[in-house]
């Protein structure tokens, strides 16, 4: 891509400490975003997605979560060694986030415009009425009729649609360089997701800003990615352009995951499934963690951790079987 | 699938609930009321999948606890085998719901944590009257079996289990009292998208084995096309419009149906396209809006749709739709390839 990545996350490995142990939720994850681009990574629950997330934000609940090893480089620095305060700094004006639940990421008992104000008066040396002014703008961007007014209401005034449109406009009233956005439309429903991801689509567009966009649902991968990483139990199975991955996806577990999405426009008499269940964190499968469910299984899949390779410019995938073409 | 018969195994006319809104603390008064399910009527055929889609709180739960008499209706009717379910005594009831059985949505909080998986299995049994015994563990087991887990399990405890598998222990309890009916609400949503289709393919290879008939409720449109003969969608406790899945998915009639369509993220980046974008939020079932309850939020709406409600018209053989304009908005799919 680009010659210098906006985001470059290199061998993130994140673990939490629990009472049968430590567990690695994240194993020696890479990738790069470049400026102004979306990155969607997508995963069944449990995959790592969201701690990954996490750990880019520095918001890890500690203890038990801990990085315990690798970087994260974001215009150059480090995040992983900056101090607290630099960090805090950080998010929220160079690095924005959204997350899944706008039922619950907004404080009830203050009013929306005193929550978006606090994020930019934080961030900038800038007057009240002036913070005020600016928080009715981003939230006229994000299409809240009657800004003038709605800035005063509390959340439970406002649908899931509309709190998740404030929750945006917070997240980029200091237009921020990236967006992390941790399912920002599953608790939405069909028609409200579709006017928050063309919201968002333009909102990128207009401001330049890059977007990793973390679901589960690869219709939104599909829809509003440019890039995708499929990730699976701690590690990235595949990563690469979106129409490459969806028309010729070399991991047998994206294949997999793409052929058990039942599909609106074609018509299939029975789904193809994946066999079997996610591996617990606790009892790794050695080797390949995706081996014991996969059909295109070989002795030498659990010998070893398979190695990521290049199948062609920008398309990854850890698989011994990748070079072999498709998997069907 | 849909087997050719003449009584349908469940017909529902005119079904309404309102639940009241109550002030006052020691004197209750009904301030208001939700109209959850407001005159919703559908059939299902023996051996058939009827899919009842729609966003939350559209009453398509509450449908499907209507029908099972789970909650006592305010008005309407709902036949099973041309039994009428709502006048019937509690003794009667409890012999009809050895037929009807429901599979829930959250595989957490459907099984009691405190019993072995034989004890819920079997629950159903023993509130019909059976006793514990070596033929009811040997019962259990096979059923087990039948949803695609170990025999074995039968001693263990929920939480032992994986969500998929739990939602197989929630697919065996329903099973248990061999129903003919089975209303599925929300039952592979909670489920990953690998596990879910395992599940999905379960319920189908079932219904064949028993020709059972399921109400399938659910907000995603793509599981419901996969499993369904004939789609309902809901809109503020009203059926907006129903017909068998071919002709919904590729010639839907109702604005609501065809902007319910256009919403989905289809994953497919070559169908990437403009969507046609349904405005504004689904107003509150308090207080739905006069006239048709789309024509808030619908691109076709006129004083007509303002003022009077729409009947539920016969479009095509089949294909029932509820909006005035029905013979001159154009029937596309949305999800035809463009371009």
Known sequence: ?328 | MSAPSTTPLLRVENLTKHFPITAGFFVKREVGRVRAVDDVSFHIDQGETLGLVGESGCGKSTTGRLVLRLIEPTSGKVEIEGRDILSSTPAEMRELRKGMQIVFQDPYSSLNPRMTVEEIILEPLYVQGAKPGPEMTRRARKLLETVGLSPNHVVRYPHEFSGGQRQRIGIARALAPQPRFVVCDEAVSALDVSVQAQIVNLLQDLQEEFKLSYLFIAHDLAVVKHISDRVAVMYLGKIVEQADKASLYAAPRHPYTQALLASIPVPNPRLRRPRARLTGDVPSAMAPPAGCRFNTRCPHATDLCRTQEPPAIEAAPGHVVACHHVATIPAVSPLAPQR
Do not use: W
């Open chain 1, 1 to 328: 891509m680009a010659a210098q990545p906006l985001l470059s996350v290199r061998n993130l490995r994140t673990v939490f400490g629990t009472m049968q142990g430590e567990v690695t939720a994240v194993d020696d994850v890479s990738f790069d975003v470049a400026p102004g681009e979306v990155l969607g990574i997508v995963g069944e629950s449990g995959s790592g997605k969201s701690v990954t997330a996490l750990s880019i934000m520095g918001l890890l609940p500690q203890p038990p979560g801990r990085v315990a090893g690798g970087e994260i480089l974001f215009d150059g620095r480090d995040l992983l060694k900056l101090p607290k305060s630099q960090m805090r700094q950080m998010r929220g004006s160079a690095i924005g986030m959204i997350f899944q639940e706008p039922m619950t990421s907004l404080n009830p008992v203050f009013t929306i415009g005193d929550q978006i104000t606090e994020t930019i008066r934080v961030h900038e040396r800038i007057g009240a009425a002036a913070a005020r002014k600016r928080g009715i703008e981003m939230l006229e961007k994000v299409g809240i009729p009657s800004p003038q007014r709605r800035i005063d209401d509390f959340p439970h005034q406002l649908s899931g649609g509309m709190r998740q449109r404030v929750m945006i406009a917070m997240a980029l009233s200091c237009s921020p360089k990236l967006l992390l956005a941790d399912e920002p439309t599953t608790a939405l429903d069909v028609t409200i997701q579709a006017q928050i991801l063309d919201l968002l689509r333009d909102l990128q567009r207009e401001m330049g800003m890059a977007i990793v966009i973390i679901t589960h649902n690869m219709g939104v991968i599909a829809e509003f990615a440019d890039r995708v990483a499929v990730m699976y139990a701690g590690r990235i199975a595949e990563e690469g352009p979106v129409g490459r991955i969806f028309d010729a996806p070399t991991h047998p577990y994206t294949a997999g995951l793409l052929s058990s999405t039942p599909d609106l426009v074609g018509e299939v008499p029975r789904l193809r499934t994946i066999p079997g269940t996610l591996p617990s964190l606790y009892e790794l499968p050695p080797g390949c963690r995706f081996a014991p469910r996969c059909g295109r299984r070989v002795e030498a899949c659990e010998a070893g951790r398979p190695a990521t390779q290049e199948i062609a410019p920008g398309h990854f995938a850890a698989c011994i079987r990748a070079r072999e073409g498709a998997s069907a």
